[in-house]
């Protein structure tokens, strides 16, 4: 299982942290959010240090398919439903303004970014379409409503944002990341206050933002509530067609589809993490019966925290934390959402009120419905009898054949068979 975006290309290299270290604001993470936040604070002049327990983009970031849009599936009615038009208006300028930023920095940068058309099609239900389309207009965003595209079935209908953009995430973040003040291989086991302990050393620091892709600390915030894991799966292929755009279906059980050069990514195949799914075979099958001639040259497996109603958490870790922060449930869309987040995070940091900060507060109300199927989730899987437990809160670990992992249903951790973590919230191995 390989990557496309890690073919023929070198990582810069990082010390690992072995002192005691004292800085203003601590990052714990280097994916694309930890390296976006810390950016910006670079060119501000702040003090601060970046940590990562493994390699810099080692994660989840090197598996994204790397579209950023702010055309996030059909989000804009359900977000007017939820809490209004000006919050719906405020996720849109947010997540344009995030947009724009990645257009400016990939303007100086070698990382095959090109602008392509975004859509959000379905298959057989035309009316969710009309619907997107209505409240788009209702926020001041003109989308247009196409019947066809270029893809090899027919669809119901399509929302299409124009000029939105595709690129290459490791050329572009292993460039940004070079001047950065990171250390590689620096895992942190544990916080005590305002302390990181890693293996070697002890990181004190005033501020610490956790961008670990799921929040780790369980004592704060409630994200073993507020969010869960969902799998998904991509193969890349050669000898298919240019479907000229990016495009999604609005099932989340559907497809996806992109090109790089002349390959086609096909995503798909999503599942609940520890609950079983269509997976790489669903994608396999599909190409074999839509592009018969192609050949299979990359596949992998990408995991996306889900927040409650869609929306990112990014903020203050919780309501009594004023030093702690986090990002985190980007719903897939981690292009955007890492943006987004590096901006707020470092505006708060350098005391800037952004406009855009309670639209994504980690504080927001959770009486959402999917706060009720994680709870049940969590509660079937605490009582399920199995010899092995999640060392995150102790639920029951499924077997993923597919993937030869023990995976979590509770709260996404996978571990590898010989209990290496392979995916948090858990901070360390399983016992096997």
Not at 53 to 59: P, V
Not at 218 to 230: E, I, P, R, S, T
Request: a neutral charge; proline letters at 3%.
């Amino acid at each position: 299982m390989k990557s496309l975006w890690k073919e023929n290309l070198t990582a810069p290299e990082f010390p690992t942290l072995t002192e005691d270290y004292k800085t203003d604001v601590l990052i714990i993470g280097a994916g694309i959010t930890g390296i976006l936040t810390g950016y910006f604070l670079e060119q501000k002049g702040i003090n601060y240090i970046i940590v990562e327990k493994n390699r810099i983009c080692s994660g989840v970031t090197e598996n994204t398919t790397a579209k950023i849009t702010f055309q996030h599936n059909l989000i804009y009615d359900k977000i007017i439903k939820s809490y209004g038009i000006n919050t719906a208006q405020g996720y849109l300028q947010a997540n344009q303004k995030a947009f724009d930023e990645f257009r400016q920095l990939c303007s100086n940068i070698d990382c095959d970014y090109e602008i392509k058309n975004n859509y959000v099609y379905s298959l057989d239900n035309r009316n969710k379409i009309e619907k997107e389309i209505t409240a788009l207009k209702k926020i001041g965003y003109n989308a247009s409503f196409f019947e066809e595209a270029p893809l090899p079935f027919q669809i119901a209908g399509a929302v299409c944002f124009p000029d939105q953009a595709q690129f290459h995430p490791l050329k572009f973040l292993y460039h940004i990341s070079k001047n950065l003040n990171i250390y590689e291989n620096t895992f942190v086991k544990e916080m005590i206050g305002n302390t990181a302990v890693t293996e070697h050393s002890k990181i004190k620091a005033d501020k610490i933002i956790i961008t670990t892709h799921f929040p780790f600390i369980n004592k704060h915030g409630a994200y073993f509530l507020k969010l869960y894991q969902d799998r998904s799966y991509v193969i890349v292929i050669h000898n298919a067609q240019d479907v000229n755009g990016m495009y999604i279906d609005e099932n989340s059980k559907g497809l996806s589809f992109r090109n790089y050069d002349s390959l086609l990514l096909i995503g798909g195949g999503a599942h609940r993490t520890g609950k079983n799914g269509g997976n790489w075979n669903e994608l396999r099958n599909f190409a074999k019966r839509k592009y018969p001639q192609s050949t299979e040259k990359y596949y992998w497996a990408a995991q996306d925290c889900m927040s409650l109603d869609n929306m990112p958490y990014i903020g203050h870790y919780s309501k009594g934390t004023p030093n702690l922060y986090t990002a985190s449930g980007f719903n897939k869309w981690g292009m955007t959402g890492a943006m987004l987040s590096a901006k707020l995070l470092s505006d708060e940091i350098m005391g800037i009120q952004n406009d855009y900060a309670e639209i994504f507060s980690p504080s927001r109300s959770i009486i959402k419905p999917q706060l009720f199927v994680n709870a049940f989730e969590t509660t079937t899987n605490l009582l399920t009898l199995t010899n092995k437990r999640c060392p995150h809160l102790g639920c029951a670990l499924k077997w993923n054949r597919t993937e030869h992992s023990w995976d979590c249903p509770c709260h996404g951790s996978r571990f590898a068979e010989d209990g290496t973590l392979l995916n948090n919230p858990a901070n360390g191995n399983l016992e096997v």
